[in-house]
């Protein structure tokens, strides 16, 4: 590899860290989920490349947006000093804008009521990164938006608003990552409080903050299986639906070990998503 190649290799790795390509993983398979069992099966090529275009496109404007929005904040942080070295801020606004494009284009490839919703739909997940200077409920605004995608596959599929079933399963997400935005917010605490920023364990402290983000999960949790239920499910997504309750509660136990939180924020619920899209994956396919 010559020198061009691994500066282009070094330039991609900052970026995919910029925008937290890893945290892929928590919204887009229940983005997922929703298309599959709205489609009752696989669906169209095109349906699929919008649907990803949509969700790929909205978490890389609105986590770029994130960064742009906290840049300053980010610096005087020494857990997240790092990020503004990352990329220059006109990359990080290129990288807002080609999401935007992604989000609407794929909309357009779906149907009408998805290109009319786009707008709607980047302004609400770019809008979180704003709500902590003014809300302790930010966490709350962080949910909403990541809740909108199981609403977004559905709508990609049926083009209207047909089911309760996308809401109690967007609910669901809302729920759960308003948790785990909680437990990650405890690294913060301190930092939150002499900034002046909102935030639930700012305001109220660990142990309030441990005790609502496990009783998000458990809404979160009887949420999922009020879905499975209302989608037909049977025993497959049933047993992997204990697993999930499992992991939730496997989260929230290593919360409360300090040192053990990254590994809480990441692992469990990336294994929580994956779960839930390979039961539905299981009952629709594997019948």
């Known amino acids: 590899m010559n020198v061009v190649e691994s500066g282009m290799v070094s330039a991609i790795r900052r970026w995919g860290e910029f925008i937290k390509i890893s945290h892929t993983v928590f919204a887009m398979p229940f983005g997922l989920v929703a298309m599959l069992v709205a489609a009752g099966g696989w669906p169209s090529g095109r349906v699929f490349i919008g649907v990803l275009s949509c969700l790929v496109g909205a978490r890389t404007a609105a986590m770029a ?3 742009l929005a906290d840049w300053q904040i980010d610096q005087r942080n020494p857990r997240t000093a790092v990020r503004s070295t990352l990329v220059s801020k006109t990359t990080a606004w290129l990288t807002v804008g080609a999401g935007g494009v992604g989000l609407v284009g794929g909309a357009w490839l779906l149907n009408p009521l998805c290109l009319i919703l786009s707008p709607l739909a980047l302004g ?5 990164s704003l709500t902590k200077r003014f809300t302790w409920v930010s966490h709350g605004f962080l949910g909403l938006a990541l809740g909108t995608a199981p609403v977004g596959g559905w ?15 967007g609910a ?12 990650y917010a405890l690294q913060d605490r301190e930092f939150d409080r002499q900034e002046g920023l909102k935030s639930f364990p700012a305001r109220f402290g660990e142990s309030p903050a441990l005790k609502m983000a496990t009783g998000l999960h458990v809404l979160a949790a009887c949420l999922l299986g009020l879905f499975g239920r209302m989608a037909g499910f049977g025993w497959r997504y049933t047993g992997v639906w204990a697993a999930v309750c499992v992991g939730l509660a496997l989260e929230t136990g290593l919360a409360r070990v300090e040192g053990r939180r990254q590994k809480a924020f990441f692992w469990a619920n990336a294994g929580v998503s994956l779960l839930v899209l390979g039961g539905v994956v299981w009952e629709i396919f594997g019948k």
Request: charged residues 15%; proline residues 3%.
């Open 65 to 67: 947006f994130n960064r």
């Open 124 to 128: 609400i997940v770019c809008f979180y």
């Open 155 to 169: 709508l990609a599929v049926r083009g209207q608003f047909d089911s309760w079933e996308p809401i109690v399963l």
């Open 172 to 183: 669901a997400v809302g729920f759960w990552v308003a948790g785990f935005d909680l437990i």
